[in-house]
């Protein structure tokens, strides 16, 4: 097994002869490719995201999309729910719960959500994949970089881009199919009838796919990821992380299979430097927990194949808590993660509970303030209102308007029912008329009922003040 040389792989900002600089030129970074059960658990995260994200928007759903953010139109179609701005709560607890799960998981398991569903990451193991095709394994891709340029080099690194491009230009058009139907959107490409806003967002996005995931790689991670920095504050000596066990490994020592460490006073660590080869952002695990580190468990995967090449037992590099490593007992299930755990249930049954309670229908009610009051020639007191009426349910409904709170109470309505299509918005100007000897003061509240026909649960209702003469006596 060959060793890594001191300028592949290793960490960044090592010291040397020169004096340390504010930046440290990159390194490119080759992980090798490995196999195990993090690495089969990685694959089957790829295809499970990728697929979801690549086929979601071709999903149809009652004679449209299934997944559907119309920004012009204001709607968002989420299989068979219509959501409107006036829905942005839900959202509000949808990116609360996002937050808690990644609380959740980074304190029970580390950095989980960053080696197999970050986007960065899924994205990148995908260009991996494709560069080892193109251009080979780890070694072959070394030896084509630093050979001159040649024909052959040309070509080769000529197919990858391109294939990257082309996966990269996809994506961005699949991103966009997410606010803009998808097959009117393969149409317009077809015929290079795109808008503008389309085109930069195609470009836009298919560009940030390509640099990040073929250029940037790990740079996104140890530089630009924010959840880099903190996600030290959401672990303990409890959290399970990647962990070298320094005292079954050291000292390290290469030596010929067969041999006993003891007899030569070394530990079970070969010193291989595999585990530096396979880390997609370059680091050696046997140094400690280091923030670059995203746990995608390719250190442990390698390692417990050279452990088993070597007949010792598994889990030099495993996933472990810092307690185990250094004989203390463990305690996975511990207050933190269980209010972690009590919270997000708790906010996911609220967010399942709101939207299952969501009544599609808006209704506002806006007095007349251009005038407190008026009185009709039957003597009686009138207030005008304006009613703003939204049908946000996907099929049309026919609505019976009433109102209560005053004796007596009139209703004042050009047409006897109220009809709107499916996402219709209408405004619409109503009177109320009162005896005065039913006011018992100035002001008294007031209670619209709206309710659809042909679905009695489909209702709201909105108060409003119905103003008035001072009663007599006051």
């Known amino acids: ?51 979801i994200y690549y086929g979601l928007p071709w999903l149809q759903w009652g004679g449209r999309q299934a997944v559907l953010l119309d920004l012009p139109e204001r709607k968002f179609y989420v299989f068979g729910i219509t959501f409107w701005p006036q829905d942005f709560f839900y959202l509000t607890l949808l990116l609360i719960v996002a937050a808690l799960t990644l609380f959740f998981f980074t304190s029970l398991a580390g950095r989980l959500w960053c080696g197999y569903a970050c986007p960065q990451t899924v994205w990148t193991e995908v260009f991996l994949w494709m560069e080892r095709k193109i251009e080979g394994d780890r070694p072959r891709q070394m030896r084509l970089d630093k050979a001159p340029w040649s024909g052959r080099k040309l070509l080769v690194k000529g197919a990858k881009h391109a294939v990257w491009v082309l996966f990269a230009a996809y994506t961005g058009f699949t991103f966009v199919g997410y606010f803009t139907p998808i097959t009117g959107l393969l149409e317009k490409v077809a015929i290079l009838n795109l808008g503008p806003w389309e085109t930069f967002w195609i470009i836009f996005y298919s560009l940030a796919t390509y640099g990040n995931a073929g250029w940037l790689r790990e740079q996104v991670c140890i530089y630009m990821c924010p959840y880099a920095r903190f996600q030290s504050a959401m672990f303990d000596k409890d959290t399970l992380v990647i962990s070298y066990d320094e005292g ?13 460490p003891r007899s030569k006073g070394l530990g079970d660590c070969i010193d291989c430097t595999m585990c530096v080869q396979v880390c997609p952002t370059g680091i050696d695990i046997r140094q400690g927990l280091q923030y670059q580190c995203i746990a995608c468990a390719a250190c442990v995967d390698v390692c417990n194949q050279v452990m088993d090449q070597m007949g010792y037992p598994k889990g030099l590099i495993r996933y472990t808590t810092d307690n185990a490593v250094h004989g203390k007992s463990t305690h996975v299930v511990r207050p933190r993660v269980i209010v972690y755990a009590t919270i997000l249930m708790s906010v996911m049954a609220s967010l399942a509970y709101a939207i299952s309670q969501r009544i599609p ?22 207030n005008v209102y304006t009613l703003k009426i939204l049908n946000m349910d996907t099929t049309a409904h026919e609505y019976d308007l009433r109102v209560s709170g005053i004796e007596g109470l009139r209703l004042h309505l050009d047409q006897e029912r109220i009809g709107l299509a499916a996402g219709e918005v209408r405004d619409l100007v109503v009177r109320l008329s009162a005896d005065p000897y039913d006011l018992a003061q100035r002001s008294t509240e007031v209670l ?26 006051n």
């Open 448 to 473: 619209f009922s709206l309710q659809a026909v042909d679905d009695p649960g489909l209702r709201t209702e909105e108060d409003a003040r119905f103003l008035g003469p001072r009663p007599a006596g």
């Open 248 to 260: 079954r490994g050291e000292p390290r020592g290469s030596r010929k299979k067969g041999v006993d």
């Open 361 to 382: 229908l808006e209704l506002d009610v806006i007095r007349d303030r251009n005038i407190l009051f008026r009185e009709t020639n039957e003597g009686r007191v009138e």
């Open 1 to 51: 097994m060959n060793k890594a040389t001191p300028m592949q792989n290793t960490p960044r900002g090592g010291a040397g002869d020169n004096p340390p600089s504010l930046y440290a030129r990159r390194e490119k970074i080759y992980p090798r490719e490995v196999h195990g059960i993090f690495a089969m658990w990685r694959t089957i995260g790829v295809f499970v995201l990728l697929g």
